[in-house]
């Protein structure tokens, strides 16, 4: 039977940008982000910096079942600041927010006040 390979990465990561996202304010960030071209570029951004783990599946065995991920404490919390990195990097980039906004972005205490 044929196998196919699936990146369980990238399941984590959708996963936490989206429970991430949903701390921050909606604008400039969730509305920034609701394009699915920006939150692509996002889940991009976090892959492209941290290790993937794949497994393989048999080809008719269904993706819909939940595959969890092992990781560690200091990985999920490694992935969480490379979102909230990307996040404001990708806004900067695309110009998506105008300088006072970055200003207040550049403060972890203003970040961590949204978690609070």
């Not at 960030?29 to 939150?39: D, H, K, M, V």
């Not at 404490?73 to 990195?85: A, F, G, M, P």
């Amino acid at each position: 039977m044929q196998k196919n390979l699936v990146n369980i990465t990238l399941a984590l990561v959708t996963e936490e940008v989206e429970i991430i996202l949903g701390h921050y304010p909606k604008y400039p960030y969730q509305e920034a982000f609701s394009s699915w071209g920006l939150r692509q570029d996002l889940i991009a951004y976090v892959l492209s910096r941290v290790p993937n783990k794949y497994i393989a599946i048999d080809s008719g065995e269904s993706l819909n079942q939940k595959v969890q991920i092992r990781c560690s404490s200091e990985q999920l919390l490694h992935i969480e600041n490379l979102i909230h990195t990307g996040i404001c990097d990708l806004l900067y980039s695309y110009q998506k927010i105008d300088c006072g906004v970055w200003e207040q972005v550049k403060s972890p205490e203003r970040v961590a006040s949204w978690f609070g």
